[in-house]
């Protein structure tokens, strides 16, 4: 068994660039068999399939989305954050990530994403543990 520990800060920041620490946050899960997936969209690839391994039960699943070329005509540099949709489960409700995010806990069976985004392509990354 591996451990891994999620660790959240929300900080705050003055108009002096001043930070401060509002809440912190830590979770450690016990995982089986951590998985890390990656896929390369664009928004021609409709909605993408990435394929989530059968018989592991996950305890948290975190997804995130990048742009993986400077793109000047809408001022976004290689790594920013990419808006995407995901559809969770089988279900057909999308749910929109305008900044490329989402971490929660709970199982995950089947996991589709999209972009409108269709310049270049974005990478997505999901960390399942």
Avoid: C
């Avoid at 664009?42 to 742009?67: H, M, R």
């Avoid at 400077?70 to 540099?77: G, L, M, P, Q, R």
């Avoid at 972009?115 to 392509?121: F, M, P, S, V």
């Amino acid at each position: 068994m591996e451990y891994h520990r999620i660790h959240f800060e929300l900080l705050t920041r003055d108009g002096a660039a001043v930070e401060r620490l509002l809440e912190k946050f830590e979770k450690e899960y016990g995982v089986q068999e951590p998985q890390r997936l990656t896929k390369n969209i664009t928004q021609s690839d409709n909605l993408v399939d990435i394929p989530i391994p059968n018989g592991i039960e996950f305890k948290y699943v975190i997804i995130l989305a990048s742009y993986k070329e400077n793109d000047t005509a809408i001022s976004v540099k290689a790594s920013d954050p990419a808006p995407i949709k995901v559809r969770l489960n089988g279900t057909s409700d999308e749910i929109e990530l305008s900044e490329g995010f989402l971490a929660w806990t709970g199982s995950l069976s089947s996991l589709r994403v999209s972009t409108e985004y269709a310049t270049n392509k974005i990478r997505v990354e999901v960390y399942l543990g």
